[in-house]
């Protein structure tokens, strides 16, 4: 059974939440559900998501740009003494 739930927030909070998951394909109220889900089962408020560094950001666009390029990339490894006997050998 579906119920409304009417909440003050921040108007252009709102805003931006609701063009940002339009934007991802998702209603604003699915992820609101999927929040307070995560809140029942885990029992914790997360208040900030961190906002990466300009130099995390670099390196994750550098690991994405080999990915793509299949470069800087080890494995697959079927198992993990394969992975470790690799990660030995560097």
């Known amino acids: 059974m579906n119920t409304t739930m009417l909440i003050k ?25 999927n929040y307070l889900r995560s809140f029942i089962i885990d029992r914790q408020v997360i208040f900030n998501a961190p906002i990466p560094n300009k130099k995390t950001v670099a390196a994750i666009e550098s690991a994405r740009k080999d990915f793509k390029t299949g470069e ?9 003494k394969e992975a470790i006997t690799y990660l030995k050998s560097l």
């Not at 927030?9 to 939440?17: N, R, S, V, W």
């Open 9 to 33: 927030t921040d108007k252009e909070l709102k805003q931006k939440a609701q063009k940002l998951a339009k934007e991802m394909g998702l209603p604003l109220g699915t992820l609101v559900n």
């Open 72 to 80: 800087n990339i080890s494995g697959p490894f079927s198992t993990a």
